[in-house]
């Protein structure tokens, strides 16, 4: 069955550095979406993503925040600057179309820990 | 702002029992109700979609209800097994948003941790 997959699952990044975290949705989705979860908290939308371009943002997604899909597969969350705050649990997943409510599917998840 | 509570936040229960995980909403006006599965330090694994209009669905040992005009879903887990011990968590999907499009964005509960032991 196919899925959404992450990589890496693991990142570990100095405050203050880039880091991007990558995830190949299922390949006829044609939404997508990034959620964090920090430990011991609520699963919190970021970010959708659809035609190319952001259709809805959380209050949490700043400035320090993007996302791409820079070529057809890939999809991409930078985050520019991080800050201790930032780790979490970061989770891409991926939606069919439209029509009547089609389920998302999650990926694994990639743990950011911010030192 | 849609907000989505879980009780009980956590459920011990011995193998064999059926058991009832419940999901309150404030927002009634949804598009759909999803129940995740997510294991220790793993993703989320999609249990059953309910679409607004619709009053169950049943998933093998899973049934999930909507009453969707009291904000409510329950989760119910037939003969229980060690191997649903998991964390269980409830989606909301509100409506179409004023321009006649919904990006599907979800909003979850803080989960029920179940064990389930031998």
């Known amino acids: 069955e196919p899925e959404v997959t992450q990589t890496p699952s693991h990142q570990v990044t100095q405050m203050g550095q880039e880091v991007i975290l990558r995830c190949v949705p299922i390949?006829?989705?044609?939404?997508f979406y990034w959620y964090r979860q920090i430990l011991g908290q609520k699963v919190e939308f970021l970010v959708s993503?659809?035609?190319?371009?952001?259709?809805?943002k959380s209050e949490i997604f700043d400035d320090q925040f993007s996302v791409e899909r820079p070529d057809g597969s890939n999809f991409t969350l930078k985050i520019r600057s991080t800050k201790l705050e930032d780790s979490a649990m970061y989770f891409c997943?991926?939606?069919?179309?439209?029509?009547?409510?089609?389920?998302?599917?999650f990926g694994d998840g990639t743990r950011l820990s911010i030192l | 702002k849609q907000e989505v509570t879980q009780i009980p936040a956590a459920l011990s229960v011995p193998e064999g029992e059926n058991l009832v995980l419940n999901c309150s909403f404030t927002d009634s006006a949804i598009y759909n109700l999803q129940w995740f599965r997510q294991d220790p330090g793993k993703g989320l694994t999609s249990l059953l979609l309910?679409?607004?209009?619709?009053r169950e669905q049943t998933s093998g040992r899973l049934n999930a209800s909507l009453d969707k005009s009291s904000g409510r879903s329950t989760l119910y887990i037939a003969a229980s097994q060690p191997g649903d011990s998991a964390t269980y968590l409830c989606?909301?999907?509100?409506?179409?948003?004023?321009?006649?499009?919904?990006?599907?964005?979800?909003?979850f509960g803080q989960g029920t941790i179940l064990t389930v032991h031998p």
């Open positions: 309910i679409q607004s209009s619709q």
């Open positions: 390949s006829n989705h044609l939404y």
């Open positions: 997943a991926s939606r069919f179309s439209g029509r009547a409510g089609q389920p998302q599917h």
């Open positions: 989606a909301v999907r509100l409506g179409q948003n004023a321009g006649g499009t919904s990006y599907g964005k979800l909003t």
């Open positions: 993503f659809y035609n190319n371009e952001i259709s809805e």
